[in-house]
């Protein structure tokens, strides 16, 4: 179940109908009080107010970067900070404050600079879609209301 609080307006989420059938959906509004999200349904265009127990994230994958619209590169020679080991998908940014995600021993993390960490990095979990767009657009201001060419969205 995910906690409504990390719900937020252009999520990208799955509607589980709890009959084995899932869909991709978006996230139009929330609403805390009464633990009710409105969402668009890519399938079929749809739009419902569902409760959040209804949701789920939409795990975060090697197939879904390239399902991502936003232009991500997987760079297998990128040095990321001090880290002996190089490679990351990157979204490059003109000012080298990049986007870095990397698959790492406990899963895919967004990488972050930190001079008073080890490598002078730390790494923020992402185990599912909607943390990622939460921290992409918190942290690089990146519009992840259009996230998919819907064409791709087939679940």
Known sequence: MINIIDIKKGN???LNYDNGVKEICQVVDVNVENDTVDIFVLSNGSKLSVPSKCLEGIPFKEDLLDKLDVGF?????????ALPENGAFVKYYPTGHDLIIRKETCGWVIVLENPKAPYGCEFKKIPYLHIFQNYAKEWWGLDTDSLFDNSKCKK
């Open 12 to 14: 990208y989420l799955l």
């Open 73 to 81: 590169v997987n760079d297998p020679s990128y040095e990321v900070y």
